[in-house]
């Protein structure tokens, strides 16, 4: 079955950087574009990034524009997201979701996020 | 400020249906059909409930529907049940935006 693990979360200084990972199983990693989707504490989700299937496509969110940089190793199964100069506006538990359109279709016709991990919390606090 | 809008809660006793709207303008929900809907109980990461407005991943219950009428898209819960009771999310894919996702509503099961 698909599986999701994110890790890399923590407390961490504003202005400082993180790096996030996500650890794929069950599914051709390769095959499909993947998604960092946020919460902050008590609050709604909020889309942050996305790669395509091959990483050749990387589309952000404003608010993180120019700070985070997403990446994938398709021969780990591992999707990353760099957080740099981060804020306190960026704490928030940090999902890794996989898009349900393969491939090109991605390009075509961008599936809803149809897989999730549990999610890694990251703090940014003084 | 969500680009869409959902009702802050809704309520409802088991075995009523309810419906949570999601609203948004005739450049977004208006003109693209990929409308989404997400389930998070508490503590929990979001579950895929509906996809395109109105498709059901396998092994969601046809208990869950999805519909749009101009500008709005809804989930309907029908045979409401106390595990239903989660805060639901509604997401949108455009070409312009990205995609987006409407406040959330918490649904109680009273």
């Known amino acids: 079955q698909v599986q999701l693990v994110e890790s890399g979360g923590g407390v961490v200084q504003p202005g400082r950087s993180l790096r996030l990972s996500c650890a794929a199983s069950?599914?051709?990693?390769?095959?499909?574009?993947m998604h960092w989707v946020r919460q902050a504490p008590g609050k709604g989700l909020e889309w942050v990034a996305v790669?395509?299937?091959?990483?050749?496509?990387?589309y952000y969110a404003d608010s993180v524009k120019g700070r985070f940089t997403i990446s994938r190793d398709n021969s780990k199964n591992t999707l990353y997201l760099q957080m740099n100069s981060l804020r306190a506006e960026d704490t928030a538990v940090y999902y890794c979701?996989?898009?349900?359109?393969?491939?090109?279709?991605?390009?075509?016709?961008?599936?809803?996020?149809?897989?999730w991990g549990q999610g890694t919390l990251v703090t940014v606090s003084s | 400020q969500s680009a869409l809008t959902q009702p802050p809660s809704v309520s409802g006793s088991p075995g009523q249906s309810v419906t949570i709207s999601c609203t948004g303008t005739?450049?977004?929900?208006?003109?693209?059909?990929?409308v989404s809907w997400y389930q998070q109980p508490p503590g929990t990461a979001p579950k895929l409930m509906i996809y395109?407005?109105?498709n059901r991943p396998s092994g969601v219950p046809d208990r869950f529907s999805g519909s749009k009428s101009g500008n709005t898209a809804s989930l309907t819960i029908s045979g409401l049940q106390a595990e239903d009771e989660a805060d639901y999310y509604c997401?949108?894919?455009?070409?312009?935006?990205?995609?987006?996702f409407g406040g959330g509503t918490k649904l109680t099961v009273l």
């Open positions: 395109e407005v109105s």
């Open positions: 997401s949108l894919y455009t070409s312009s935006s990205l995609w987006v």
């Open positions: 069950g599914f051709t990693f390769s095959s499909y574009a």
């Open positions: 790669i395509s299937y091959d990483g050749s496509n990387k």
């Open positions: 979701a996989r898009d349900k359109a393969p491939e090109l279709r991605f390009f075509v016709a961008p599936g809803p996020f149809d897989y």
């Open positions: 005739s450049s977004d929900v208006g003109s693209y059909n990929r």
